[in-house]
């Protein structure tokens, strides 16, 4: 049995628990298992049918940072720009980090904040030239289509909490969303600034 990591943030041998403590309402996840420091809360998964930690214990704020990790980063493979493996080796080329230790759970917080950056930059670069994507795109709030149809040039990229992003005219863009719908709004990247 792997022996019982130690909490990054306060030292504490860590103990092996279930889905089940972690993730009560959540049934499905009943039967992983995961390292956790009982006195913060910090906790990792291990790898499957293992008892080997993902990475690091993991406190709230670096759980979320890994999410938004992965809201950034999936993109790249889900709008098929690259497979799924090429990008992650682009991923771990972007960040000088070997291929087998280029894993969102694997990464530490600052790491994490480094993947949205570069991700973000990329697909800004990728939506430069494209149109305006208003007429097509729906609100996530009311799963209404957000207005009619344009076709001026993109101006900027709002990334949402759900991984999708929508390339929008100067018109069309975040200033325009609904308080409602900007509380899904990840981030807006202008189309004039990073990428290459
Ligand atoms: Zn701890
Ligand atoms: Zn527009």
Redesign the pocket.
């Known amino acids: 049995m792997t022996p019982s990591p130690t909490c990054p943030y306060c030292g504490h041998p860590a103990e092996l628990v279930t889905g089940e403590v972690i993730y009560p309402l959540r049934p499905d996840l009943a039967n992983k298992r995961l390292w956790r420091c009982k006195p913060c809360g910090a906790h990792v998964g291990c790898h499957a049918g293992t008892t080997t930690p993902f990475g690091p214990l993991a406190n709230a704020s670096h759980r979320e940072a890994k999410i938004q990790a992965h809201a950034a980063f999936d993109p790249l493979w889900r709008a098929g720009w690259m497979r799924r493996a090429e990008a992650y080796a682009w991923l771990a080329e972007q960040l000088g980090v070997e291929r087998e230790a280029c894993h969102v759970g694997m990464f530490s917080f600052d790491t994490c904040q480094r993947v949205v950056a570069v991700c973000r930059a990329y697909i800004a670069a990728k939506c430069r030239g494209d149109?305006?994507l208003?007429?097509d795109d729906f609100d996530p709030v009311t799963a209404q289509p957000l207005?009619p149809r344009?076709?001026?040039p993109a101006a900027e990229v709002i990334f949402w909490m759900d991984g999708r992003f929508s390339p929008?005219?100067?018109?069309?863009?975040f200033t325009i969303l609904t308080p409602e719908t900007r509380l899904l709004v990840f981030s807006v990247q202008p189309l004039t600034e990073g990428g290459r």
Do not use: D
């Not at 929008?168 to 863009?173: K, N, P, V």
């Open positions: 149109i305006c208003y007429g207005g344009c076709s001026q929008c005219c100067a018109e069309h863009g």
